[in-house]
């Protein structure tokens, strides 16, 4: 009996792949037995990454159209298929208050958080699953659904990631389950202005008691590409230790 996270035989696209939450579902994905093929801008790491998963890579920016196409063109090429795509470079810049926010970085942000996640899928649909089917995940985040200070660009234009994950899931079915991921807080380098200074603080205040690990969201986003959830999609996966639940543990 063959388990049903088992990915041998397919081909993955894992955007951000070189560190961080990216770099964990790279892994679990490679573990599972999927090939797969990263891209993230340092070519050091993505040569790096590619090497240590056995896998191919091609150091860019997801926010380059041009390279969207490039990298697809580079999974087919390799592994002759892309039956998985997650969204997840991203950036959570520009910081502060809207009123403030300087429109060119604005939408330098959409173009990363947003419009890449899209063309990326375009690519995978035009060569390889519209005609055989896949799976893709955005990896979003909690505060999506949440007002922040400072954080108003990164949390609009994850937003903006939940209604896209919904209406790609709407329009490509049953061909392609499209979902989404939300992490809570997790131990990586973009975070690290927040876990940094506060985490035992903030680790006391969730429900289970920790931050979040990248292999954390990695689980959850095997499980959403694997066969294991084929009735899925259109749905958005809170990893969070239970952020959004209120504290109501009764301590004795
Ligand atoms: N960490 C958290 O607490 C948290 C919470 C909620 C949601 N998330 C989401 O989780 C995802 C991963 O974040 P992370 O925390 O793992 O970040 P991270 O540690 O900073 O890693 C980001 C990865 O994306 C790559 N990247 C960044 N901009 C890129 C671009 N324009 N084109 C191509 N690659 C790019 C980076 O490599 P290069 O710098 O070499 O390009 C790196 O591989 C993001 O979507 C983020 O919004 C994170």
Not at 147 to 152: A, E, K, S, T
Not at 155 to 163: G, P, R, V
Not at 172 to 182: E, H, I, M, T
Request: one cysteine or more; glycine letters at 12%; proline letters at 5%.
């Amino acid at each position: 009996m063959t388990s049903s996270y088992d990915l041998k035989g397919r081909a993955a696209i894992v955007t951000g792949g070189t560190r961080g939450i990216g770099y964990a579902v790279a892994g679990e994905l490679a573990a599972a037995g999927a090939r797969v093929c990263v891209t993230a801008r340092d070519p050091d790491d993505v040569r790096r990454t590619a090497a240590c998963l056995d896998g191919v890579g091609l150091a860019g920016s997801v926010a380059d159209p041009d390279h969207l196409r490039r990298l697809t063109d580079l999974a087919l090429d390799e592994f002759g298929r892309v039956d998985i795509v997650v969204n997840n470079a991203a950036t959570n810049q520009p910081y502060g208050p809207l009123m403030d926010i300087d429109p060119q970085e604005w939408g330098e942000a959409f173009a990363v958080n947003v419009e890449a996640p899209l063309r990326l899928v375009q690519c995978a649909w035009r060569g390889w699953m519209a005609e055989h089917g896949g799976s893709v995940v955005n990896i979003c985040t909690e505060g999506a659904r949440h007002v922040g200070p400072r954080i108003g660009a990164y949390n609009t234009s994850k937003a903006a990631l939940l209604h896209l994950t919904g209406q790609l899931a709407g329009e490509l079915a049953p061909r392609v389950r499209v979902n989404s991921v939300s992490p809570g807080l997790v131990r990586t380098e973009m975070a690290r202005f927040v876990w940094e200074p506060g985490e035992t603080e903030i680790a006391s205040g969730l429900p289970l008691g920790r931050i979040g690990e990248p292999e954390d969201v990695a689980r959850a986003v095997l499980w959403l590409c694997s066969d294991a959830a084929e009735w899925i999609t259109g749905a958005d996966l809170l990893v969070d230790g239970g952020t959004n639940v209120r504290r109501a543990r009764i301590t004795p």
